[in-house]
T-cell receptor, first 116, second 111 residues
Framework: GAVVSQHPSWVICKSGTSVKIECRSLDFQATTMFWYRQFPKQSLMLMATSNEGSKATYEQGVEKDKFLINHASLTLSTLTVTSAHPEDSSFYIC????????????FGQGTRLTVV | KQEVTQIPAALSVPEGENLVLNCSFTDSAIYNLQWFRQDPGKGLTSLLLIQSSQREQTSGRLNASLDKSSGRSTLYIAASQPGDSATYLCAVSTGGFKTIFGAGTRLFVKA
């Protein structure tokens, strides 16, 4: 199957700083990517839909000014957690679809963010 | 709004037992349904993908069925092994190609 690479796999940052997470589709083009977060022992919740060349669409309750999403190319989307606080500590996962192929979502490995 | 429910939330079985995990979804207008495995602190491993036009998929000891009209899917694991211990997530793909996840079933297989 197609490969989605997410970087970094884990990051620890100080409260008040910003952290950028990258999501790359390695062998296909993805006009749309998705960002999820997962709190301990909970399921994945969709945060936003990232569209190449346009603004992201955020799910209800997700602060767009806190979670900045940029999808500047067909193979790269970034999520920046701005002014991070301990409550932002979570597991963040991206997914991408190869819109020229089957309707299967391919997921990155995830990023464990810990804000201290 | 699509909602995905998984039953049971947790399951503990002795090694060698066959088991069934259940998934239900509220809106039958899906593109596909996927079963994933997630180990603690890790990402997702895709196990099986069933397209909306399909009834089941098989991979090794795993078999997943889909009844779209009733909004149900089951994941059957044959001859369970301790290495099968993980959380199993059911997810449906909806309009806009969003993936909606269930809360998962935490499986523990005792040696």
């Amino acid at each position: 199957g197609a490969v989605v690479s997410q970087h970094p796999s884990w990051v620890i940052c100080k409260s008040g700083t910003s952290v950028k997470i990258e999501c790359r589709s390695l062998d296909f083009q993805a006009t749309t990517m998705f960002w999820y977060r997962q709190f301990p022992k909970q399921s994945l919740m969709l945060m936003a839909t990232s569209n190449e060349g346009s603004k992201a669409t955020y799910e209800q309750g997700v602060e767009k000014d806190k979670f900045l999403i940029n999808h500047a190319s067909l193979t790269l989307s970034t999520l920046t957690v701005t002014s991070a606080h301990p409550e932002d500590s979570s597991f963040y996962i991206c997914s991408a679809r190869d819109l020229t192929g089957p309707t299967e979502a391919f997921f990155g490995q995830g990023t464990r963010l810990t804000v201290v | 709004k699509q909602e995905v429910t998984q039953i049971p939330a947790a399951l503990s079985v002795p090694e060698g037992e066959n088991l069934v995990l259940n998934c239900s979804f509220t809106d039958s207008a899906i593109y596909n349904l996927q079963w994933f495995r997630q180990d603690p602190g890790k990402g997702l491993t895709s196990l099986l993908l069933i397209q909306s036009s399909q009834r089941e998929q098989t991979s090794g000891r795993l078999n997943a069925s889909l009844d779209k009209s009733s909004g149900r899917s089951t994941l059957y694991i044959a001859a369970s092994q301790p290495g099968d211990s993980a959380t199993y997530l059911c997810a449906v793909s909806t309009g806009g190609f969003k993936t909606i996840f269930g809360a998962g079933t935490r499986l523990f297989v005792k040696a």
